[in-house]
C-alpha cells in the first residue's frame, strides 16, 4: 500500500504562483507514476499532468501546459506541482495520485488539498 498526502493548498490572488506537495509513504518503491487531478465545484475531475516516479517523462493537460510544472524529489518521496500564472479558473480542489505498473488506473489518492484563486 502507498499513503499520499497533499499540502501546499491555500488562497492567491490571479497571477499568483503556488506550489502544491505530495508526500508519499509506504511501499513507494511499487510506484511507477504519480498524477495530479483537480476537481472545481460542480464539474468533473480534471487531469492535470503526470509524472513517472523516476522523475522523467512528465506529461501536461494542454490548458496547463506552460503554466504547471511537475517534479520529483525521490529523496523525500515527494512530488511537487509548481502552478505560476494562477487565474480564477484554476480555483479547484488538487489531488494527488498514484499507480504501481500493474494497476490499470491510479490507485492511490490523496485526501486533496484546496486552492483557492481570487480575481
Same mark, same amino acid.
Given at each position: 500500500q502507498v499513503q499520499?498526502?497533499?499540502s501546499g493548498g491555500g488562497l492567491v490572488q490571479a497571477g499568483g504562483s503556488l506550489r502544491l506537495s505530495c508526500a508519499a509513504? #509506504? =511501499?513507494t518503491l511499487t510506484l511507477s507514476k504519480v498524477g495530479w487531478f483537480r476537481r472545481?465545484?460542480?464539474k468533473e475531475r480534471e487531469?492535470?499532468?503526470a509524472i513517472r516516479w523516476s522523475g522523467d517523462s512528465a506529461n501536461y493537460a494542454d490548458s496547463m501546459k #506552460? =503554466?504547471?510544472t511537475i517534479s520529483t524529489d525521490n529523496a523525500k518521496n515527494t512530488v511537487y506541482l509548481q502552478m505560476d500564472s494562477l487565474k480564477p479558473d484554476d480555483t479547484a480542489v488538487y489531488y494527488c495520485a498514484g499507480k504501481t505498473m500493474t494497476m490499470p488506473a491510479y490507485?492511490?489518492?490523496g485526501q486533496g488539498t484546496q486552492v483557492?484563486?481570487?480575481s
Open positions: 499520499l498526502v497533499e509513504s #509506504g =511501499r472545481a465545484p460542480g487531469f492535470v499532468g #506552460g =503554466r504547471f490507485g492511490y489518492w483557492t484563486v481570487s
